[in-house]
């Protein structure tokens, strides 16, 4: 039955043969049932407007078949909409066929956008199969494919199966339908491993716009995600991890994305983490005032166990008090402005929180770092000045290199977890 039968519902396509598809084709006999997809395109008004709408949607050019060349079709893409019958073989047909541009002397991206809609649309497909479709596609067009792909899939009452890198692709998928079910594929230390993304949980994740908002859907797609509390820290903690990967080997592909505050941090790391994407936070030293509900959530979030969070939650008061009651400063002055067993309870909770991937910026803040290079300002000042001081050319006496100590330490820990 599949083999005999099903097969005719099904259409496959991949890279090597995704260019064929806008080849020319036969003719073949008009007055009889379409041989092929243009045979099919040129006989069904229809069908021709809903490609014409969708090309013109994503080019702003109209999609045309071209009937002149004896016994053959082929695609073209007209900058001017057809002011008469185009399947005519008239002298004003011919004109304007010879004006449009023929497809194969298109961009690889427009070939491939145009021969994936038309193969799938040109038959009655139940089943697509399709492996990169976002190949030669740049992010916008890779986004419409697959609310195209996915829309027709839902209205054919059938399945769109897809192995894809892009997020933009995923993206376009899960705003034309609501079942989008993910699989994600990771392959590390010599074995292969898959992880079904809960399809109701993905769904919720993508439509808050926290989350779109950071791109966070692309963390799907990296060994691992780095949250900041704001854009100012992504770019600092991004620019330390950059030249530490350049410079020692083996670092995996992080994504570094920013929430609003620090206790948003806790809405993305915590269904990334349930999707499989290693998820870790950096956080000022000031979490320490989270009491309550926002401390129990940030342990829930980070996935420790239930029976720690009593413990840890007074022990966190405790400490918290303990900088009030000394007059410190904690974001100025850090953990180092404790003493003796104070100083040493502080770092004992933080080691605990860098084990599930919370990682405190025990100095205090992100200006902490990298003292030595006198960066004035505060936040974006302070940000802006430090990148410039970083330097941007590694030949240069000036540019700053990683080093043993510091916030480069600190960012290996969290490489570390990772």
């Keep these: 039955m599949a083999s005999q039968f099903l097969k005719f519902f099904q259409i496959r396509l991949d890279g090597?043969?995704?260019?064929?598809?806008?080849?020319?084709?036969?003719?073949?006999?008009?007055?009889?049932p379409p041989e092929n997809l243009l045979a099919h395109l040129f006989q069904?008004?229809?069908?021709?407007?809903?490609?014409?709408?969708?090309?013109?949607?994503?080019?702003?050019?109209?999609?045309?078949?071209?009937?002149?060349?004896?016994?053959?079709?082929r695609m073209r893409l007209s900058q001017t909409a057809p002011a008469h019958d185009e399947q005519s073989l008239n002298k004003d047909a011919r004109g304007f066929h010879r004006a449009a541009t023929y497809i194969k002397d298109a961009s690889d991206?427009?070939?491939?956008?145009?021969?994936?809609l038309t193969a799938v649309l040109s038959g009655d497909f139940r089943s697509i199969l399709i492996d990169e479709p976002e190949a030669f596609l740049h992010p916008p067009l890779a986004r419409k494919l697959g609310y195209q792909l996915a829309t027709t899939a839902v209205e054919r009452s059938g399945s769109l199966m897809a192995s894809t890198h892009s997020p933009d692709f995923l993206i376009g998928c899960l705003q034309g339908s609501n079942q989008v079910r993910v699989v994600r594929l990771e392959y590390s230390n010599g074995k292969s491993k898959g992880q079904v993304v809960d399809s109701e949980a993905l769904r919720k994740f993508f439509k808050a716009p926290l989350i779109r908002s950071a791109n966070v859907i692309s963390g799907l797609f990296h060994d691992g995600v780095v949250v900041t509390e704001s854009d100012n820290d992504r770019a600092f903690y991004s620019e330390i991890y950059y030249r530490l990967a350049e410079k020692e080997s083996g670092y995996p592909a992080l994504l570094f994305v920013n929430a609003q505050n620090k206790?948003?941090?806790?809405?993305?790391?915590?269904?990334?983490?349930?999707?499989?994407?290693?998820?870790?936070?950096i956080v000022d030293i000031d979490i320490?005032?989270?009491?309550?509900?926002?401390?129990?959530?940030?342990?829930?979030?980070?996935?420790?166990?239930?029976a720690m969070t009593g413990s840890l939650g007074v022990l966190r008061g405790d400490l918290h008090k303990r900088f009030v009651d000394s007059k410190i400063d904690m974001k100025a002055d850090g953990v180092e402005a404790l003493k003796g067993s104070?100083?040493?309870?502080?770092?004992?909770?933080?080691?605990?929180?860098?084990?599930f991937g919370v990682f405190v910026t025990r100095n205090g803040e992100i200006e902490?770092?990298?003292?030595?290079?006198?960066?004035?300002?505060?936040k974006a000042d302070w940000t802006v000045a430090m990148l410039e001081r970083l330097g941007d050319d590694s030949s240069k006496r000036?540019?700053?290199?990683?080093?043993?100590?510091?916030?480069?330490?600190?960012?290996?820990?969290l490489v570390a977890w990772i």
Excluded at 19 to 31: C, M
Excluded at 109 to 116: D, L, N, P, R, T
């Design 368 to 378: 902490s770092w990298l003292r030595h290079l006198n960066v004035p300002g505060k």
């Design 398 to 413: 000036e540019y700053v290199h990683p080093a043993t100590d510091d916030v480069w330490e600190f960012m290996r820990r």
């Design 16 to 32: 090597r043969t995704r260019f064929d598809l806008t080849n020319d084709l036969p003719t073949g006999d008009l007055a009889n």
């Design 109 to 116: 991206g427009v070939q491939a956008f145009v021969g994936i």
């Design 44 to 73: 069904d008004d229809t069908l021709r407007q809903e490609i014409w709408d969708i090309i013109f949607d994503a080019f702003r050019v109209y999609f045309v078949i071209d009937p002149l060349q004896g016994g053959h079709l």
């Design 288 to 306: 320490l005032k989270d009491g309550g509900s926002t401390w129990s959530g940030w342990l829930k979030a980070a996935n420790l166990p239930s």
């Design 342 to 355: 104070d100083r040493d309870a502080v770092n004992e909770l933080f080691d605990t929180l860098d084990q």
């Design 263 to 281: 206790q948003t941090i806790r809405d993305i790391i915590e269904p990334l983490r349930a999707f499989g994407v290693p998820a870790a936070a």
